[in-house]
């Protein structure tokens, strides 16, 4: 089943967001494989971290992730008005299920 | 710059077959590296991987589709294909096809998306 995410987020620009992505065993804990996508309406998702914490070239460096467990995240430093975007997280999930989405968070930029 | 561009029909009826082609343009589709992929999104909803197929032809699919999805390649037309069947409104959403880079499992070239409505 998909990996969950709050729904909603908010920050002040400038400030720091956190968005997590609770996955199980079967996926998030046991593979390195976690990727974080950008998404503004109307526009193709961009990828901007892959295994867990590596950033395709071009992205930011205020975009970071992590993982501890089943539970992995995306910190957002410096928010900025254009950061203001769905974001959804992904997972390998091996031989039963071979990738996983999140359920998206909405992140505002106040 | 390697682009994808999904195409098929917005409109589909209950229990018909919905059929996409994912064009593949800027690069070739017969890549070691690469799975190409199909991913779904329904309104207000979170998005939903539906198979992944490399060039070979070996695919992956979601179990939650009972089987309903079949994916395929053509090398020689640089293009891949979706086939959904007994499609109900469940189905609707926007449909994008990707690239999914076979080391780091990241879906790093996406197409525009099209919206599909069953009705």
């Known amino acids: 089943s998909a990996l969950t995410q709050p729904p909603s987020a908010s920050g002040s620009p400038g400030q720091s967001v956190t968005i997590s992505c609770t996955g199980t065993?079967?996926?998030?804990?046991?593979?390195?494989?976690v990727s974080w996508y950008q998404h503004h309406p109307g526009q193709a998702p961009k990828l901007i971290i892959y295994?867990?914490?590596k950033r395709p070239s071009g992205v930011p460096d205020r975009f970071s992730g992590s993982k501890s467990g089943n539970t992995a995240s995306l910190t957002v430093s410096g928010l900025q008005a254009e950061d203001e975007a769905n974001y959804f997280c992904s997972s390998y999930g091996g031989d039963n299920m071979f990738y996983v989405f999140g359920t998206g968070t909405e992140l505002t930029v106040l | 710059q390697l682009q994808l561009q999904e195409s098929g029909p917005g409109l589909v009826r209950p229990s018909e077959t919905l059929s996409l082609t994912c064009n593949v343009s800027?690069?070739?589709?017969?890549?070691?590296?690469?799975?190409w992929g199909w991913v779904r999104q329904p309104p207000g909803k979170g998005p939903e991987w539906i198979a992944t197929?490399?060039?070979?032809?070996?695919?992956h699919y979601n179990p939650s589709l009972k089987s309903r999805a079949i994916t395929s390649v053509d090398t020689s037309k640089n293009f891949f294909s979706l086939m959904l069947t007994s499609v109900t409104a469940a189905d609707t959403a926007v449909y994008y096809c990707?690239?999914?880079?076979?080391?780091?499992?990241?879906?790093?070239?996406w197409g525009l998306g099209i919206m599909v409505t069953v009705s």
């Open positions: 065993r079967s996926d998030v804990a046991a593979y390195s494989y």
């Open positions: 197929v490399y060039f070979s032809g070996r695919t």
């Open positions: 800027g690069g070739h589709i017969s890549t070691t590296n690469y799975f």
């Open positions: 990707t690239r999914l880079e076979w080391v780091t499992y990241g879906m790093d070239v």
């Open positions: 295994e867990v914490t």
